[in-house]
């Protein structure tokens, strides 16, 4: 996407140039100076934005009661004391409940990739009736609030024994429950040329075959935006860990951190801010990893 | 495994009619084994909780005790109840002040990348970062503390330049977040701060405008503000509306940078009392699950009515193309 337009662009700097009564001299200083202006704004806008994460960065590494002397990033010793203390500051060490949320995303992750694509294939290349309304209702569901069904839900896993466990968040991932996903994966297979089907028909595989053996691996750059999205998604979530999940045991990352601030006020703001800092770390990571796929798929699909 | 008659079948011998509709049965049969677990999940996890949900609300259940039906007793204490008024009133406030204002500048800075950023990839990541942040309990706590009394923003504020410029503006340091004019302002601007995905949705489209029309109105010596305004907008009016719905529902979902941020309580003086906070609370504070079930149609409901309103008046400001 990027690539495909920049012709264009340099067509369009020369129209937009052209009224200007200069010498190529001239007019390529002008450009550089409205360049620079533009970058220099673009980078304080985006340090402005960024400032609020750098000082945390910093503030994590002084004492807590220097943190809100100091507006300057650049901590005056640098040490660890608020890691080490914040990880032990609950009940379990920190990567308790680190393992928690991993295995829930982990669960969610396989439970997507699975259920989504395998919907995703009949939405895209199956004959079947009612096909059109099944899929915009799907297409409806990717908009319904979880408020509206929560209630019914927790009577329900609550009436399973399952409240206080790990499955009511991870068993309606492995029912395609998020269906952004399947729109997703069925705008990719779409674009996917139906001769590779063809092809493989011949070679006498059937729709699974096709399915497992010539769509799934075309399909790797939609299944990584599943994922990625899935794991940073779970990893975030709070409204419905916060509900299913009441036993202080089975805490995940983001429920430790608000046990944190209610167990320890106003007054561990250093360790607080450390521990905050490792639950964003995995989430920074898979967007620097994930970036190309990140902005794919927000740019084909619209979603966060 | 109905990979099997597949492969067992000889191509050609049978005449094609039968042929064709054999495959187009088993194409049927094939694709609800591919759909089960979908079906299963939309019976089970979405509808069916739906129909549920609408008959609680019509019922006085506490989990422990059987229902017992109330008719629209539920919905009578809705229409009393000042505080289900006051999550409606802060929930539409915060949708309506803060989507416009983040699509604005999430449209305004797409714009000036669009113009020929050379860094483009590395922008887009950069101001991207917070939407993939900004729903975190860590972010949450993060707010709390910048917009709190000894926060940092009040540090930037008695800086000595920027003290003066505040003093000329009214701006006085104070507990942002516990100031019940103020708390909501700073929920806003976290809301305002993940701007980064409509940007990027705006700079798709603005990818997919000819660059001729502005060459041709370049020729017919229009300005950047006319083209902007003749061409760029009406031709970006599908994202906007696209990016205005989406972000609109999102909004209306707000809850855990709510429930961080006034630690669970929706205060100061219910400030901040999103309507899935006073949700949460009713139906897994106190249990009262009916009365929640009702809230949670009327949330659907006025999402509805919202996405509604914004499907209507599409028509008077949208362009498809022609």
């Known amino acids: 996407m990027a690539t495909d337009t920049r012709p264009a662009r340099i067509v369009r700097i020369p129209a937009r140039r052209s009224g200007a009564p200069a010498t190529p001299h001239r007019r390529r200083r002008h450009r550089w100076h409205r360049s620079l202006l533009i970058h220099g704004g673009l980078i304080l806008f985006g340090l402005l934005m960024l400032y609020p994460l750098l000082w945390m960065l910093s503030s994590s590494f002084k004492p807590t009661d220097i943190i809100f002397r100091e507006t300057g990033l650049w901590p005056t010793g640098f040490r660890l004391s608020n890691y080490a203390e914040g990880w032990s500051a609950l009940r379990h060490p920190f990567h308790h409940y680190i393992v928690n949320s991993l295995v829930i995303v982990a669960g969610s992750i396989v439970g997507n990739l699975v259920a989504c694509s395998m919907a995703a294939y009949a939405f895209a290349r199956l004959e079947f009736r009612g096909r059109k309304v099944y899929f915009a209702i799907m297409l409806g569901t990717i908009m319904l609030p979880v408020h509206v069904v929560i209630v019914p839900q927790y009577i329900l896993f609550s009436n399973l024994g399952w409240v206080n466990t790990f499955l009511p968040l991870i068993v309606p991932k492995f029912l395609a429950t998020d269906a952004f996903f399947i729109f997703l994966m069925v705008q990719f297979i779409r674009a996917l040329p139906r001769d590779l089907d063809d092809a493989a028909r011949i070679d006498g595989c059937g729709h699974w075959g096709i399915y497992w053996r010539v769509i799934m691996p075309l399909s790797t750059p939609a299944l990584a935006t599943t994922a990625i999205f899935t794991f940073i998604w779970t990893w975030n979530d709070f409204f419905s860990q916060l509900i299913f999940l009441t036993d202080p045991d089975l805490a995940t990352v983001p429920l430790a951190l608000r046990l944190f601030v209610d167990s320890t006020g106003e007054t561990s703001w250093g360790p607080l801010f450390a521990m905050s800092l490792v639950a964003l770390g995995p989430i920074f990571g898979f967007f620097l990893a994930g970036q190309r796929y990140l902005v794919r798929g927000i740019s084909t699909t619209g979603i966060k | ?322």
């Open chain 2, 1 to 322: 495994m109905s990979t099997a008659p597949s492969r067992t079948a000889p191509p050609a011998p049978a005449p094609p009619r039968r042929r064709a509709g054999y495959a187009r049965r088993r194409e049927h049969r094939v694709a609800f084994m591919f759909l089960l677990p979908w079906f299963a999940g939309l019976g089970l996890i979405t509808i069916g909780p739906i129909i549920a949900s609408f008959v609680l609300s019509f019922t006085d259940y506490h989990l422990l005790r059987a229902p017992s039906w109330i008719g629209f007793e539920n919905y009578q204490r809705m229409w009393d109840d000042p505080r289900l008024h006051r999550a409606l009133l802060v929930t539409i406030r915060y949708v309506l002040v803060s989507v416009p204002s983040q699509l604005a500048l999430a449209l305004g800075l797409a714009m000036v990348l669009d113009r020929g950023a050379r860094a483009l990839p590395l922008y887009r990541s950069i101001y991207y970062l917070p939407s993939l942040l900004g729903g975190s309990v860590a972010i949450a706590i993060l707010w709390r503390r910048i917009f709190g009394t000894e926060g940092l923003i009040n540090n930037v504020l008695e800086l000595p330049g920027v003290s003066a410029v505040a003093d000329v503006l009214g701006i006085v340091p104070t507990g942002w977040v516990s100031h019940p004019d103020h708390a909501l302002d700073t929920l806003i601007a976290l809301n305002v701060w993940t701007f980064g995905s409509p940007m990027v949705i705006f700079l798709a489209g603005l990818r997919q405008i000819p660059s001729m029309y502005y060459e041709a109105a370049a020729v017919d010596g229009a300005g950047p503000v006319r083209r902007f305004v003749r061409i760029t907008l009406p031709l970006l009016t599908p994202i906007i509306f696209f990016n205005l719905v989406l972000q609109m529902i999102n909004a209306f979902q707000t809850f855990t940078q709510a429930f961080i941020v006034s630690g669970g309580t929706g205060g100061p003086a219910d400030s901040t009392l999103f309507y899935t906070l006073y949700l949460y609370d009713r139906g897994f504070g106190s249990f009262d699950m009916g009365y929640a079930s009702a809230m949670a149609w009327l949330l659907l409901m006025i999402i509805a009515g919202f996405t509604a309103v914004n499907f209507f008046a599409s028509r008077y400001w949208v362009h498809y193309g022609d």
